[in-house]
Each structure stands twice: as C-alpha cells, then as structure tokens.
C-alpha cells in the first residue's frame, strides 16, 4: 500500500476513468465480502487487513466517482479524505494484529493461500485497467497507486500462508499484516500531502483572477 504522490499539474479526469472506477468498486466490494468471510474462518490478520483493505478502496472508488465531475479542489478534498481513512486502516489492523499475538492463535494456511491467489488477480486485473490514469492528480493517483499495491499485498499474503504452513505459527501472518498496516499509514500520509498541494493549488488558482482585478 505505499503510495509514492509527486505533484503533476492539476488536470480534468481522463476519458474512461468514471468506468474504470465503476469495475474497480465492484470488484473491490465483491472482494471484501470474501475475504471478510475467510479471514474469520481461518483466523488470519493478514486476511483481514487485506479485506478491510478492499472495503477501504470501495469506499474511495465511490469518493472518487461522486468528486469526478466537479474541480481541483474537490477531487484534492476528496484525496484528503482517502489518505486519511488509509492512515487510520492502517492503525486498526495493528491492533488487530497485536491482539491475536495476545491470544496465541495459529490461521489456517491453505484458506490463507487460496484466497489471496484469488485476491491477487482480482487486483492485478483492477490495476491493469487503472494504469492508464496513474499520472492524473492526486485523486487519479491515489486510485491507481492503491491498487498496484494491493496486489503486491496480495503476493504477501500469500508468503504469510507459506510461511504458517511451514511453522505452524501465526508469526509470518503478524509479521505480514504488521508490514501491511505500516504500509498503509505511510501511504496515507504521502496521499494526504499531495492532496495538501492539490488543494493549495487549486486554491491559488481561485485567488488569482481577483487579484488581477482592477482596484
């Protein structure tokens, strides 16, 4: 979930990306349901990161389609609001993960595995249809770097699972969602500063036309 945000010019929605958000939701929402499902029948935080993960990127898809038409400073705000709820995501699966370390419970590996294979293509296919708009703002932006990420959370996921079966420990899964909850803080702040420059942009270009007013 690392979102890496430069600052490009602020720049109107490209063509196709309101149907591409359309596909991202609906595969994100059908996602979280089912990794919801499996991460409380195998007992994994990594799961569950990874499914809250998906309930996170459906709520910003629908953020995204409700600011899509309006101007910079919307869609900035609209950033703002995602790199927020990613930072706060990213503390509820470390005491998630904190918790289970307290209880001492070992997931189940094979559900672990199967479901983040499913996961990962469900993400590769939604970043493959985003990848055209990575270098929009920072709405744009935030969409396309999430899923990118979530896919190579994914791959985590799935070496957690690996690594369970091997031990059988619940510490690859910890050590895992630890990462992804991490990732998902420091994503949320970087998300959250270029939203801060969107806006501030988008703000300066207000001022600008009356400040060139004559007295």
């Known amino acids: 979930m ?27 929402l059908i996602m979280f349901f089912v990794e919801g499902v499996a991460s409380l029948q195998s007992g994994s935080v990594s799961l569950m990161a990874d499914a809250i993960d998906f309930f996170g990127d459906s709520a910003n898809y629908i953020l995204s389609l409700s600011v899509l038409s309006m101007g910079m400073l919307w869609r900035g705000r609209a950033a703002l609001v995602k790199g927020i709820t990613m930072a706060v995501f990213g503390m509820v699966v470390w005491v998630r993960a904190l918790w289970v370390m307290q209880q001492g419970t070992t997931p189940e590996p094979l559900t672990m595995g199967t479901i983040g294979l499913l996961a990962l293509v469900a993400n590769v296919g939604v970043a493959l249809i985003l990848f055209r708009y990575r270098d929009g703002d920072s709405d744009m932006r935030s969409v396309w ?52 420059t969107d806006i501030a942009q988008a703000n300066e270009r207000a001022r600008t036309p009356a400040k060139s007013l004559p007295g």
């Open 145 to 196: 770097l999430c899923s990118r990420n979530d896919a190579i959370s994914n791959l985590a996921v799935m070496a957690a699972a690996l690594g369970v079966f091997g031990t059988a420990s619940a510490w690859p899964d910890l050590v895992v969602a630890a990462i992804m909850g991490t990732l998902a803080i420091t994503a949320g702040v970087s998300i959250v500063r270029h939203a801060r």
């Open 2 to 28: 690392a979102c890496s945000c430069s600052g490009p010019e602020p720049q109107s929605p490209a063509p196709g990306f309101r149907r591409a958000l359309w596909i991202a939701l609906w595969v994100n």
